[in-house]
């Protein structure tokens, strides 16, 4: 608010100005063209030396003020970099003449400066790259020669992304020997584990791999096309090669594990889900299994070719608890033969017999109802 006061006072001050210089001139006019006695015209002249020294002073007042209220244009609706204070830096001399040459620059030079609608917040040890764009050294003179100051910089931040790239690994062991005894044989540091024995895979590569399988669902031959862009073409077929060892290798004992811990759990919740198979040139429904629980939260998936009620069998085998799934018939079985794990009906389905009651599962949902 007191900026918009400050910018309407400014404005009364001007018009004022413009009407004192405007009425000088005029009467400046006047007195050249009237005949007039010499001692009227004595004392007028006089009258206008002493008007004149007015009028150049409020000639300089009103071009501070003109700077000022053009500054203050900027602060408000333009750039932020050079405001009022940062010209204070400078000693008069120098903001008169940058006064001077601020006022002459035309409006269409101050550009408004763009604001960041990405809504993106950077972490803050996120790497830095700086990039100096200067102005050439001839532009940094005066125009008697004197270097300009710096007043400060403007610093436009944008986000880059550096593409992961391959690059060959060479492990070397040197080979020592004692030539005077072959029979001693050849001294080498041992081979460090490796991701998988005999293969060309690096660590870096199968995480890279297994990240972009599992993580980020790409199937191989996007991953195939991915890679060939980098510069290396590798084969489907090794990708798919390298996926069954590296899960079968790494990632098996970590779903053993996950297991074990979902079994030790007293209410689980399971659900199938049907997913096109390819086999024998045609497509059939295979079935995944997720098998959940709350707390801890864990997520156990299981792949099979059919949705027969004796893959949940072997799955909780050993295991007693409340089982929480729909009113499908393949857990019949299990409630039939396994009176520890006992049967927590589904809301979902339990609505669904309210709806639908002449349903094929209508019977087991009227069930879970009672």
């Avoid at 950077?122 to 270097?147: C, F, S």
């Avoid at 550096?162 to 060479?170: G, I, L, M, V």
């Avoid at 396994?338 to 009651?357: H, L, M, Q």
Wanted: hydrophobic share 40%.
């Amino acid at each position: 608010m007191n900026r918009v006061w400050l910018f309407a006072g400014n404005v009364l001050i001007l018009l004022a100005l413009c009407i004192g210089i405007c009425s000088v001139s005029g009467m400046q006019n006047a007195l050249e063209n009237a005949p007039v006695p010499f001692q009227v015209h004595a004392a007028l002249t006089a009258k206008f030396e002493a008007l004149l020294v007015d009028h150049h002073a409020l000639k300089a007042a009103f071009e501070k003020l003109q700077f000022q209220f053009q500054a203050l244009l900027r602060q408000r609706f333009g750039v932020r970099g050079e405001s009022i204070d940062q010209l204070q830096l400078f000693g008069t001399d120098d903001v008169e003449f940058i006064e001077r040459e601020q006022v002459s620059a035309p409006p269409a030079a101050v550009a408004k400066k763009p604001t960041n609608r990405d809504r993106v917040a950077l972490p803050r040890d996120l790497p830095v790259e700086r990039e100096v764009i200067d102005v050439p050294e001839a532009d940094k003179l005066a125009a008697d020669g004197t270097p300009l100051r710096q007043i400060g910089e403007e610093i436009t931040v944008k986000l880059g992304y550096r593409p992961a790239a391959f690059y060959k690994r060479e492990i070397v062991r040197p080979k020592y020997a004692d030539p005077r005894v072959p029979e001693a044989g050849v001294m080498i540091a041992p081979l460090p584990p490796q991701l998988l024995d005999g293969s060309l895979l690096d660590a870096t590569l199968g995480a890279h791999l297994l990240v972009s399988k599992y993580g980020d669902h790409l199937p191989l031959y996007r991953l195939e096309d991915i890679y060939a862009r980098g510069g290396v073409p590798i084969p489907r077929s090794t990708l798919c090669d390298w996926v069954i060892a590296l899960t079968d290798r790494w990632l098996r004992p970590l779903h053993l594990a996950l297991k074990d811990q979902l079994l030790q759990q007293s209410v689980i919740h399971v659900d199938e889900t049907p997913l096109p198979l390819q086999r024998d040139g045609r497509v059939v429904k295979a079935r995944q299994w997720t098998y959940a629980a709350r707390d801890p939260k864990i997520t156990v998936y299981e792949f099979t070719e059919d949705k027969e009620g004796v893959h949940v069998r072997e799955f909780l085998q050993g295991w007693r608890g409340y089982l929480q799934a729909d009113a499908a018939s393949n857990y019949d079985a299990l409630y039939r033969t396994r009176p520890e794990v006992i049967e927590v009906g589904c809301w979902v389905t339990t609505d669904r017999a309210k709806r639908e009651p002449t349903h094929a599962s209508a019977g087991r949902n009227a069930r879970q109802l009672s």
